[in-house]
């Protein structure tokens, strides 16, 4: 069995919901729904839930919010292998919820984006086949965190796979290997990809998701996997020459149906399902039903560090593929 390794930030997450407009006077009322341990964390979470091996290479500096976030990842079974950054505690981030479950972010930049150059480089080179890196895109909006990704994965050993969540700020490092990844994206991501990075027609097929998992092969040529909530997933593998295909294969991965109350956590709860699933040794089609089934399950629940346990997850993925016929 592997280990999922976070390489990414974990920080410190405030969550409010309130009304989307100010009120008279310029005021904005809000509720305070409690402070938690979020970013990266939460994937680390969902991969302790199905029993996989665990590994943080977050920075943690040294504050009240690094002492909550070295509680919780201890807390989790998570073992704490990131670089120390002294004299500045991590960041925090404050997710405000309006009425119509729109969000709005606003965070402060702390140790987590402020990892040494050689810092991550020097344990991937450690790690097996196996093993899954497990990629935060968020880490690519700091200069220092993306020197040192770029690094990391220059030196990448043969046989780890890669699952890189681009994140809304579409971090996508240029050093990203071509074999052994999935590039994980919800279709507002693949939108923002194809704006980025697409031509016209890309843009125009990022509607749907079916066909924006098509657009994204094209744009990047690597194994694409969207999360399309209600609607499950789509995976796609570029062509394959040796064998004879000649078009990109996209499959459709089925999702249980859920009265959904709280979506936040949910594409975290589905890439840290999928890294464990992968590293535990779990075939590809069967890791996608999993964390399309966490991802689903966990938005039954309040709070971002929501995924179920591994049987509750396994049941719901034994039930989908009976009613759907797939054995």
């Known amino acids: 069995m592997g280990r999922v390794v976070l390489m990414g930030q974990i920080l410190v997450d405030l969550a409010v919901r309130g009304d989307a407009l100010p009120r008279p006077g310029g005021d904005v009322w809000a509720v305070d729904e409690g402070m938690h341990v979020g970013g990266g964390f939460n994937a680390l979470v969902a991969a302790r839930r199905m029993g996989a091996e665990t ?13 909550l976030i070295q509680a919780a990842l201890e807390h989790e079974g998570i073992t704490d292998l990131g670089p120390r950054i002294a004299g500045i505690d991590n960041g925090f981030c404050i997710a405000f919820t309006d009425r119509t479950g729109e969000r709005t972010f606003i965070s402060t930049k702390g140790a987590e984006t402020m990892s040494p150059a050689s ?5 991937v080179r450690t790690m097996h086949p196996g093993d899954v890196l497990y990629i935060d895109g968020y880490l690519m909006d700091h200069p220092a965190n993306r020197e040192a990704a770029e690094a990391a994965l220059r030196i990448l050993p043969e046989g780890v796979r890669v699952l890189l969540d681009v994140s809304p700020v579409i971090g996508i490092p240029s050093a990203l290997p071509s074999d052994d990844v ?34 994204m092969l094209a744009t990047l040529d690597r194994p694409v996997l969207l999360r399309a909530g209600a609607e499950g997933a789509y995976v796609g593998r570029p062509a394959q020459p040796a064998t004879n295909t000649t078009t990109d294969d996209v499959t459709a991965i089925p999702t249980p149906r859920v009265e959904a109350i709280d979506t936040n956590g949910a594409g975290d709860a589905h890439s840290g399902v999928l890294a464990a699933s992968l590293a535990l040794g779990i075939p590809t089609e069967r890791a996608l039903l999993l964390a399309n089934c966490a991802g689903a399950l966990s938005t039954t629940v309040v709070g971002p560090a929501s995924c179920p346990p591994r049987d509750q997850i396994e049941a719901a993925a034994d039930a989908l593929e009976a009613s759907t016929g797939e054995k």
Not at 119 to 123: I, K, R
Not at 192 to 214: H, K, L, T, V
């Open 119 to 123: 810092a991550w480089a020097d344990f």
């Open 182 to 215: 999935i590039v994980s994206m919800n279709l507002r991501e693949a939108q923002e990809i194809a704006r980025q990075r697409g031509d016209a027609s890309d843009r125009n097929q990022c509607f749907q998701p079916r066909e924006a998992a098509r657009a």
């Open 55 to 67: 590994v943080s290479l977050s920075p943690i500096g040294s504050g009240p919010h690094s002492s």
